[in-house]
C-alpha cells in the first residue's frame, strides 16, 4: 500500500511540474506587441515604448525592433519566464509580470536597476 501511495504520489508530481512548463503564457505570447510605457526605478524612463516592438510566432521565434535595428533569434516561455536567444548572443532571460490577451508586461534587471516594459497587442 505505502508504495503504491509513493508511486501515485511520484506520478502526480511528475504530471504538475509538467504541466506547468505548457502554460497558458506559450499560447498568448504569440503575436505582435508595441510598447506603451517603459519604468525604470518605477518613473518613465527615456528609452523609447512606441519605438519598441516584440514579434513571436509559434515556433519559438522571436523579432524585437528598436531604435532602427532588429534581432532575431528563438524563445521559450517556461511559467513566468521567458527566455530569448538572439542568433549572435546569449540567452536572456526576463520575468512576465502580467499576460493577457491584450497586454504584455515584462519585469527586468538592467544593471542592477528595475525596469518594467507594458505592450500591447497589435
Avoid: H
Avoid at 519604468?39 to 512606441?50: F, I, K, R, W, Y
Avoid at 519598441?52 to 532602427?68: A, L, P, Q
Amino acid at each position: 500500500m505505502i508504495k503504491r501511495m509513493i508511486c501515485f504520489s511520484a506520478i502526480f508530481s511528475f504530471l504538475f511540474f509538467a504541466s506547468c512548463g505548457d502554460s497558458t503564457n506559450n499560447k498568448l505570447i504569440i503575436g505582435k506587441w508595441q510598447g506603451a510605457e517603459w519604468l525604470a526605478n518605477g518613473v518613465p524612463s527615456d528609452l523609447n515604448a512606441a519605438g519598441t516592438v516584440f514579434i513571436f510566432d509559434n515556433k519559438e521565434k522571436y523579432s524585437f525592433i528598436y531604435g532602427g535595428t532588429t534581432e532575431e533569434g528563438t524563445y521559450k516561455v517556461e511559467n513566468d519566464m521567458l527566455f530569448t536567444k538572439p542568433a549572435e548572443g546569449s540567452e536572456i532571460m526576463v520575468k512576465i509580470a502580467k499576460l493577457t490577451t491584450d497586454s504584455l508586461v515584462f519585469d527586468m534587471n538592467r544593471g542592477g536597476g528595475s525596469e518594467r516594459l507594458t505592450l500591447v497587442r497589435r
